[in-house]
């Protein structure tokens, strides 16, 4: 048995508060090197696969939130201006 060290990438540093993940990873090297690389390989794929999902959820609900903002600001500036009659005061140049 041979152990390794692994730990987060935003390990603690001098400078900053990071993360405090270490932890340690005992290989046998009787184990089948190929099998690891196939299996690590599928994990890091589903992964990248879950990402890009992701990606594009947060894109269609930043778009979907902007609309609705823009919609409402619209919305929201003629209402007060008909309340308050100074609708036709406006005018689009």
Known sequence: MVGNFGGCRNYKKSFDKGCSFVKLI???YNEDSDNKY???ENFFLKLKTK???TRSWLKL???????SFGLCLVL???LVCKMSG??????LK
Do not use: F
């Open 51 to 53: 990402l890009q999902k």
């Open 61 to 67: 609900s930043l778009i979907l939130r902007l609309t």
């Open 76 to 78: 929201g500036t003629t």
């Open 38 to 40: 196939a299996k690590l």
């Open 26 to 28: 005992e290989e046998d």
């Open 86 to 91: 100074t609708w036709s005061l406006m005018y």
